[in-house]
């Protein structure tokens, strides 16, 4: 478990990094990036290294292993109480593509931020759910950013107008940004223009409407050109469980 604690402090010192530069760039007082470990095909002991490390926002893909994890971890945090009181609790968060089927499964496990509304259908029906229980739902706009077919989310084209959308109809979810993949390709450029264009979007959708606060981009393999176009939330995995 050790190899996890030097895995985090690596990532980091990358993170770090690529954000002074990103804020030097910029002429920017400061640049946060926040982390979110990855943890689908993890295990728990995996995962708690991290946690004792200083990781505290996780990421899952699926309801049904988000619920597992919330669980098992709750139970193994009881186990740390008396040697890590001032822990703060785990940030968890849903990064997989959500069916409507789930959405009452995965309320119930009151997600930090959800990062997958990928169709108006779904934030309607989530704000539908949500207004039954009573509760505000953080969540990001997923943009289709390389316009690929295999992937979920808004077209560039169409980003603005629904979020716009989802702001004046659904009153019980809090949104406030957007998330994209990067192009699925080793073309570098391409991964950099994808993330450009989201982030051109963010910052269009910055200038019209308040509480846009998060760009939720890039994984283990393109995060640095994440940071380069102005990221400040990197969803990582397999470079950190190594």
């Not at 490390?53 to 919330?70: M, P, S, T």
Request: proline residues 3%; contains cysteine.
């Amino acid at each position: 478990m050790h190899n996890l604690a030097h895995n985090l402090a690596h990532i980091t010192q990358q993170i770090q990094t690529a954000a002074a530069q990103y804020q030097k760039q910029h002429n920017l007082s400061k640049h946060t990036i926040k982390l979110i470990a990855v943890s689908k095909y993890q295990n728990l002991d995996s995962m708690r290294a991290l946690y004792l490390a200083g990781q505290y926002a996780f990421g899952e893909n699926r309801v049904q292993d988000l619920r597992d994890k919330q669980r098992g971890f709750c139970s193994a945090l009881s186990d740390l109480a008396p040697t890590a009181p001032a822990n703060p609790p785990i940030e968890w968060h849903f990064i997989g593509t959500l069916q409507r089927n789930k959405i009452n499964s995965l309320l119930a496990l009151s997600p930090t931020l959800i990062h997958s509304i990928h169709s108006l259908e779904l934030a309607l029906s989530l704000d539908e759910k949500c207004r039954a229980k009573d509760r505000i739902q953080p969540v990001l706009l997923q943009v289709n950013a390389a316009n690929e077919p295999s992937k979920h989310g808004f077209s560039l084209e169409s980003t603005c107008d629904a979020f716009a959308h989802i702001r004046a109809h659904c009153p019980h979810l809090r949104l406030q940004g957007l998330m994209c993949i990067g192009a699925h390709t080793h073309d570098t450029q391409a991964i950099e223009e994808s993330f450009a264009r989201t982030k051109a979007l963010y910052d269009t959708l910055q200038a019209h409407f308040a509480g846009v606060e998060t760009l939720s981009m890039g994984m283990s393999g393109d995060f640095a050109y994440a940071i380069k176009q102005g990221a400040n939330m990197v969803r990582i995995g397999s470079a950190l469980f190594v």
